[in-house]
């Protein structure tokens, strides 16, 4: 089903508001909402018509009183610059307003930490520690025989997972697409997606998820033609596990699907280095890669340009004037809870569902009018969404492909990069 | 207007056959002029006397942005720390050593006087991240090469022996898709091959699938770049890079491209024989033959240096393979959209390792016995034989005959023994160095207002005091303009400018988009109209550079 364009209907929009950046909705921008008439899930639906209000009475404010943009600016300035270690919270940015919320933690020498990326830096540790070898949506789509998704059943992360990658009508090779393997490692998942359209049931390894480590530890074992003790690991019959193991190894293209909060925080890296084992393990005779979901509020949007601008991922202080990066000693929770941290900014342009910590420390939020807040802030600056309001950028999950945002009607607040450097800008004249 | 004077520098300008010859210099409005008229008035004079004069440095090779980049960014931590960027009121702080922050990398060619880099595997569907990244190095134009080859699109033109018209309008049409400046293919139709477990492709092998070999890829997308106009020769990756006895395989696909202009890129990993008792050697000497004797050849060597780095490629069946020579030892894999790869592997250069003495060795060895330095370009495939930042280093290995022995006399002695370097007696000149890293490139990627100092030409211009230490010289130019701004003064930033993207326009028949939408609908993950890049998406993605377009004259 395609909807056709019209003159308030938009098509071939790009959606925000998860990491698979679906590119195919339609969009009619008429209504008081932004209204998702074609392929958008439940999220997107929701999203655009919250978010993509257009006209709004919001304002800025200072303390709760009405201010102009220009003094609510230059009021957030002088909190950065009393401060002595301000940290960045939220994050929740397109390419564009993680630009600028990277030129004023620069300016105002503070610490950005998204709010997923208390995955995120774990999981990009194992890439410091080991690496990987990972694939992309496209390839998934075209080419997967087999797909294992450990831990996650991909469309509590990314809706149409399934829709996109998995059951769709032809792919580029012989593969026929409803022939594929589906496999579910871990138990309590909603494996209804995972269904064949010919009515085939996924594999599903039903075990408590908290024992993922183990579960990953006997497939390596027996992938690598390795002895495993008893003949039921997690109360699933061995004979199962080699089938299994035994399907991986004769699999032409199989994908390993998972994602970081679908893990136990604590168990993350090591079910991320098991998953790296048993993928590179596998292609020492066929093809086997992995797949990590991630994206969802500009994660990877925002990691992606604190990485390249300045060469270290998020969970860096900039405090000195050279960037350090420690990701144990930077999580902003961590410093807000210990009082080494003395001011909060709360960026996110994308998300208006998760406020800020109660922190007891100055606090500047830079978000939608329809976040709810709890507490009024020292400073409040509302501003315009990315792909609704204003055209962006936002990197997909697998970090490869960046869409284009498009600005689907007008909103007289400015964008949150645009915000960001304004700040800078005055945080320098305080300086100087 | 208001106009700037050089006054009495040596200019070193080849493109116009200057050689060192003292000449005042006038900028205006960010350009050289003859010299003012009468409603101009000198605002701003520079006694350079007695300095040496050339346009700014362009490195037509140099991975500075895209995905495989950042990934070597974040896998890297521990090769950034010891060199940070602190903040100044003018500049962003940054860091990096081989695997650099575009900040980073953007002050340093700066300061050692380049004003243009080319990312030379900006993956297509990647092409937006390649952009952002590029306009977040400062200072530089950049600019970019597509890479095809390996795309499903194109490998089923070839299987279904579509005509090359059809393949020229599909490459045309990638070119504007993607604002890049050439066409690169990378071990040609291997990373797809490697996709359905194919661990190598010879020339003239078939990939399982298209059945279609390396010699037909490189033979069909030089006749597109030649045809469309585009100036810049198609940019090959050679199959088999780092196989000992890949030379053959090498001079194969210079005859691949059938006579048309061909540039084989880090030559130097595409220069071994199978010769001694390890069955690793030197086939330079039949590389730089090839090279003097063909003139549609042109190189850039990929010179490696000693120390840490990182090796960063889109030739993801490679890198899988090397992955265990890693150091330290992690890696990361990549196959791209049914379009592409990548692999990303930390590598460390060490002099008393018999294999990475003769590759140090190799690279020189062809530096000095090509004789057109017009066709061969001082890289090091930064950063994957050794950072750019080495640039100096390698200039006096080249200027200067006796610092050359002196190093050779400290690398593995099984290495140097294998080696003719102690026999080449050739020092490049400052004309010649001139040559390969400001002329030459202009002319080969077809910059007409860049790489001279004629009239009319962009005032990206260097200023070097003359030094017998060539390293020290070429590392800290004393001053630098760029577009006619001074950015530059004794080695140190003191303006913060933002390039514009250098990207051709080759005429073609939009009608191919009737195949290739419908095909993006059916096969990939986005739509045809996300994957395209326009002009003004161009400047945003580059944070507001500006696009310089470049016509194309048909020659098909």
Redesign the interface.
Known sequence: MTHEATSTVVT?V?CPLCGHAC??LSVDTAGAALAVVAHGCDRAVSGFARLGAGSTAATPRIAGRPATLDEACAEAARLLAASAQPVFGGMALD??GA?GA??LV??AGGVIDHMNNEFGWRA?RV?????????????V???ADLILLVGTDAVSAQPRFFE??VWV?????DLQPDSRRIVYLGGGLDTQPGHSPDGRAPDVFDFERSRMPEALSVLNALVAQQPVAGDAPLGIALARWQALADALLGA??SVVVWAGPAFEVSQLDLNVGAIVSLVRRL?VT??C?SLPLAGNDGDLSMG??H???????MRTS?AS???K?DPLHNGIDRLLATGEADALVWLSSLNDLQSPPATGVPTIVIAPPSLKLAAEPQVYIPVATPGMHH?G?F?RT???????LQALRRSALPAAGEVAVAIATRLKEVQ? | MSVIKLTGGRVIDPANGVDDQVRDLYIRDGRLIAAPDAHDRISAEYNISGRIVMSGAIDMHSHI?G?K???A?????E???GD????T?LT?????HA??????AGYRYAEMGYTAAFEPAL?P??A??AH??MG?TPMLDTGGYAMLGSD?FLL?MLAAKEDQQAINDYVAWTLHATQTVGIKVVNPGAISA????QRKLDLDEQNA?YGITPREIVKVLSRAVHDLGVAKPLHVHASNLGVPGNVDTTLGTMDAAEGLPVHLTHIQFHSYGTEGERKFSSAAARIAEAINQKKNVSADVGQILFGQTVTASGDNMVQ?RN?GHGSP???????????AGCG?VPFKYKDQNFVNALQWAIGLEIFLMVDDPWRIFLTTDHPNGAPFTTYPHLIKLLMDRSFRNAMLDTINPDARAMSNLAGLDREYSLYEIAIMTRAGPAKLIGLADRGHLAPGAAADIVVYKEDADRERMFEKPELVFKDGELVVRDGRIVKVVRGGTHAVKPEFDIGIEKKIKPYFE??????M??FK?SDD?LC??G?GSKLIAHACRKRG
């Open positions: 071939e790009a590119d195919d390419v564009s630009r990277m030129e620069d300016r990009s890439i410091q520690d080991g690496g990987g070898i990972n694939t992309t949506l496209a390839e789509k075209n080419r996109r990658c009508k032809e792919t580029m090779f032409q293209y292609n066929t093809r890669n992606a340009v990485t390249w601008q300045t060469g270290y991922p900039y004037g050279t960037p990066f055209t950028h990197v697998d970090k490869v492909v960046t869409l284009p100087s | 942005g995905g980049v950042n990934i960014r974040e896998m890297l931590p090769d950034h720390r940070p960027v602190e903040r009121e962003r702080s940054s860091c990096g695997a650099p922050g575009t900040l980073a993956l569907v990647n937006r991240q952002m990244e977040d499903d089923r490697f996709k359905f477990n699938f899988y992955a030892k992690k890696s990361v894999i990549m196959d791209i959209e049914c379009d990303v059916r096969f990939h993950s986005v739509r109209n996300n890049i998406e945003e993605c944070g």
